[in-house]
Each structure stands twice: as structure tokens, then as C-alpha cells.
């Protein structure tokens, strides 16, 4: 269970802390457990939404009491395979920055994976100004391409378009 109070203290007990402690050292594939990284979400021929617990998002987890709780029971959260991970650099973070994802069709992961085996590495930052600047490597001290996001909306919209692009 994960609960914040209003005073910005954060409550994590059963699991969850495991979990917390993933994302504390920063893997790749640090995604949230949620709708939007469920391999189930687009798949409208299997429906596993209508019973999902992660729908109604007023559930706790309470296995710490009494485990196996409801929410776990009755979760159909699977993650998607089709994760893109790229290194999310801080606002005047001095060089810092942590591992984000977020998840993408068939095509456009298998074109990537093949990038990151030849070398390519993506890496985004959140500027000032709040536009995020882009970034796929070759070398680690040499940019190779350069793309701007003006809505954090639209993020993974334009790197999907500027992976399959930078792949012709």
C-alpha cells in the first residue's frame, strides 16, 4: 500500500515497498503499475478491464494484513513487453538523470532494440522553458540527431516519429 498524506509524507508498506525500492535504484523498465503500461489496455478482443482492480484506483493493497488481498486478486495488470527506456536528464540536474519508459507498438520496439544493439542510445531533457529536447547518440560525446517536444503530451508521439524516422 502506498498512501500520501497531505503534508507530502509518504506511507509505503507490504509489497509496494519492494517495488519502491526498485525505482529508488532506478532499473530500466521503471514503469508505473497502471493502465497505460498494461499490455491489455489497446486489446479489445480481450477484455481484462472490466474486473481489473487497477480501474477503480480507490483500492489498496492490504496483503500486509491479510494477504491475498482484493486488489491483487483481482488485478489483471500484466506489463507490456513494448517498453522504450531512455535516460531522462533533470532540469540543472548538473549531469543526473534516471531511467524512464514508456511503452510502444510491435514495429516501432523491434526497430529500437535493434538501434540500442548497434549502439544508439535515446536520452531526453526537460528544459526551462519546459520544451523537451530529444536526443539519439552513437557515440556518448556525439549527438547524432535532435528533435523538440513542446507538450509533454505529445512526447511519445514525436519519438516514436523521430525513431522510425532516424531508421530510414
Given at each position: ?6 503534508d ?9 515497498i519492494?517495488?519502491?525500492?526498485e ?8 514503469y ?11 486489446d ?6 472490466g ?7 480507490d483500492m489498496s493493497?492490504?496483503?500486509?494484513i ?9 488485478s489483471a495488470?500484466?506489463?507490456?513487453q513494448?517498453?522504450i ?21 510491435k ?6 532494440n ?6 544508439w542510445?535515446?536520452s531526453?531533457e ?6 523537451i529536447?530529444i536526443?539519439l547518440?552513437k557515440?556518448i560525446?556525439?549527438?547524432?540527431e535532435?528533435?523538440l ?10 519519438v ?7 531508421k530510414?
Open positions: 500500500m502506498k498512501q500520501v498524506f497531505e507530502g509524507s509518504t506511507l509505503i508498506t507490504g509489497d509496494d519492494y517495488k519502491h525500492f525505482k529508488v535504484f532506478n532499473r530500466r523498465n521503471n508505473d503499475k497502471n493502465c497505460s503500461f498494461c499490455k491489455y489496455e489497446d479489445y478482443e480481450i477484455d481484462r478491464c474486473d481489473c482492480s487497477l480501474e477503480s484506483g493493497c492490504s496483503c500486509h491479510m494477504p491475498p488481498c482484493s486488489k491483487c486478486v483481482n495488470f500484466e506489463p507490456s513494448f517498453l527506456n531512455y535516460k531522462h536528464y533533470r532540469v540543472n540536474g548538473n549531469g543526473k538523470w534516471r531511467w524512464e519508459c514508456f511503452r510502444s507498438d514495429n516501432t520496439w523491434e526497430i529500437f535493434r538501434m540500442e544493439s548497434e549502439g542510445e535515446l531526453a526537460t528544459l526551462t522553458t519546459g520544451v529536447a536526443y547518440e557515440n560525446d556525439e549527438i547524432e535532435t528533435e517536444c513542446d507538450k509533454k503530451i505529445e512526447f511519445k508521439k514525436i516514436t516519429k523521430f525513431i522510425l524516422a532516424v530510414e
